[in-house]
């Protein structure tokens, strides 16, 4: 059973400082999703990661995966309140886009 | 822009009723989905379809059926409603294989709650 572990689940940080959220996934797969879900609405698109290295940014959330390690981290550079949402990684391991394994998602409350 | 429908947006039902999430979508995209997402947890997979007349189940399919008739509707079907199928339902969709990647997109979500 593949089995997708994000970490920390919760994160509080101060604006203006940088962390990192851990993806780690227990089978092989070069495809992974990173979303975005603010409370009681829908899940955002941020990044899709297609192999082995893959790096993407986007303002200043830049997402990377390592498929030796199986591994996937959202990097967050300078926080700020907009960023408060909860943070989502989906494994694809057949690489076809039929089935998503989720991990649990990461809280994360940026403070003034 | 309208991307993937769904209706309801929320509902109440009892124990034992059936009910019927519509789903649709206007990008005529080949890959379909329906996840439910329990409070504070990620998504599970329920049913999902590559095309018009294909389904198949996901990771918790059990008490729900699916149809894919068209291309742009999947409706789930709720028999015999319980408390535990007390969630949040996303209905999704994307445009299947591609080395372009598959993003996916999600619906606004259904609150389904059983008494």
């Known amino acids: 059973e593949l089995k997708v572990e994000q970490n920390p689940l919760f994160l509080s940080m101060q604006e203006g400082k940088n962390y990192t959220i851990y993806c780690n996934y227990s089978?092989?797969?070069?495809?992974l999703y990173w979303y975005r879900q603010d409370p009681g609405k829908s899940l955002e698109s941020l990044f899709v990661l297609l192999s082995n290295g893959a790096v993407k940014q986007e303002g200043r959330l830049m997402a990377s995966l390592d498929t030796k390690a199986r591994l996937s981290t959202l990097h967050i550079t300078a926080a700020v309140h907009d960023l408060s949402a909860t943070y989502f990684c989906?494994?694809?391991?057949?690489?076809?886009?039929?089935?998503?394994?989720f991990g649990s998602g990461t809280q994360l409350t940026v403070l003034p | 822009n309208a991307g993937v429908t769904q209706t309801p947006k929320f509902r109440i039902l009892k124990i034992g009723q059936s009910m019927t999430l519509q789903c649709a979508q206007d990008m005529n995209h080949n890959y379909m989905y329906w996840y439910r997402q329990d409070p504070g947890m990620g998504l599970k997979l329920i049913y999902y379809s590559v095309g018009a007349g294909i389904t198949d189940k996901g990771e918790v399919p059990n008490g729900y059926n699916v149809s894919r008739s068209t291309t742009e509707d999947f409706p789930l079907r709720l028999e015999l409603a319980a408390p535990s199928q007390t969630s949040v339902y996303f209905c999704?969709?994307?445009?299947?294989?591609?080395?372009?990647?598959?993003?996916?997109?999600f619906g606004e979500g259904s609150w389904l709650t059983v008494v």
């Open positions: 089978t092989t797969s070069d495809r």
């Open positions: 999704a969709s994307s445009p299947g294989i591609g080395r372009s990647g598959n993003t996916i997109y």
């Open positions: 989906a494994v694809d391991p057949s690489g076809s886009a039929r089935q998503l394994t």
